[in-house]
T-cell receptor, first 112, second 115 residues
Framework: QQQVKQSPQSLIVQKGGISIINCAYENTAFDYFPWYQQFPGKGPALLIAIRPDVSEKKEGRFTISFNKSAKQFSLHIMDSQPGDSATYFCAASLQGAQKLVFGQGTRLTINP | DSGVTQTPKHLITATGQRVTLRCSPRSGDLSVYWYQQSLDQGLQFLIQ???????AKGNILERFSAQQFPDLHSELNLSSLELGDSALYFCASSVGVLTYNSPLHFGNGTRLTVT
C-alpha cells in the first residue's frame, strides 16, 4: 500500500511534442504528490506538486493531472525541449508520515 | 543550487570498512532526510531527523546509523560495508515537517563505491 507505480520506464519524444508520464498509487491516505526532475550527477529537484483537492495544476509547460477516483496522477510536459531530457520521479506522502515514497523513475529523452 | 551540501561527492572504499557521509541542510531547515538511490531500487527512504531528534525510520540497515547535531548538520555512518551498499546517498532537508508547503530539497549526493 506504500508503493507508487510509475510508467513508462523510458520515453523518447520529439522536440515540440508532449511528454506524458503516469503514476498510480494504492493508499488513499496519500495527500501530497510532488514530481521531481533529476539530471545526471545531480540530486532530484522539485518540479511541481499537487494536493488531492485539485484535479490539475499547471506551471509553465508542466502540468499535473490528478484523478482521485482512479488513484492516478500524471505529468504532462508541453512543447518538450532537449533541455527537458532527464529522469522524472513521481512521489507521494502521507500527512505526518515524514517520508516521500518514490516511483521507479522515467528516463525522458527529447530528440532535437 | 538547492542549498543542501553533501560531502564527499565520491567515496571509494573496501568491503568491511566504515565511512561517514556529511550533510548540511539549507539555511533555516530543521528536518534532514537520508535516501539511498540504486539502479534497481530507486530512491529508498532511510531515516529522518527533526531538530536533532530521530522522527522516522525507513529501510535502514542495522549497520547504518545517523545523527543530527545541534548545528543541524547530519551524518550518515555506514559500517561493515558490503558490495551491495554501493549506491548514491542523498540528503534532503525541509523547513519543518514534510507537507505541500514544506517540500524536500535534495543535495547532489555522495556516490559510494565499495570494492
Amino acid at each position: 500500500q506504500q508503493q507508487v507505480k510509475q510508467s513508462p520506464q523510458s520515453l523518447i519524444v520529439q522536440k515540440g511534442g508532449i511528454s506524458i508520464i503516469n503514476c498510480a498509487y494504492e493508499n488513499t491516505a496519500f495527500d501530497y504528490f510532488p514530481w521531481y526532475q533529476q539530471f545526471p550527477g545531480k540530486g532530484p529537484a522539485l518540479l511541481i506538486a499537487i494536493r488531492p483537492d485539485v484535479s490539475e495544476k499547471k506551471e509553465g509547460r508542466f502540468t499535473i493531472s490528478f484523478n482521485k477516483s482512479a488513484k492516478q496522477f500524471s505529468l504532462h510536459i508541453m512543447d518538450s525541449q532537449p533541455g527537458d531530457s532527464a529522469t522524472y520521479f513521481c512521489a507521494a506522502s502521507l500527512q505526518g508520515a515524514q517520508k516521500l515514497v518514490f516511483g521507479q523513475g522515467t528516463r525522458l529523452t527529447i530528440n532535437p | 543550487d538547492s542549498g543542501v551540501t553533501q560531502t564527499p561527492k565520491h567515496l571509494i572504499t573496501a568491503t568491511g570498512q566504515r565511512v561517514t557521509l556529511r550533510c548540511s541542510p539549507r539555511s533555516g531547515d530543521l528536518s534532514v532526510y537520508w535516501y539511498q538511490q540504486s539502479l534497481d531500487q530507486g530512491l529508498q527512504f532511510l531515516i529522518q531527523y527533526y531538530n536533532g531528534e530521530e522522527r522516522a525510520k525507513g529501510n535502514i540497515l542495522e549497520r547504518f546509523s545517523a545523527q543530527q547535531f545541534p548545528d543541524l548538520h547530519s551524518e550518515l555512518n555506514l559500517s561493515s560495508l558490503e558490495l551491495g551498499d554501493s549506491a548514491l546517498y542523498f540528503c534532503a532537508s525541509s523547513v519543518g515537517v514534510l507537507t505541500y508547503n514544506s517540500p524536500l530539497h535534495f543535495g547532489n549526493g555522495t556516490r559510494l563505491t565499495v570494492t
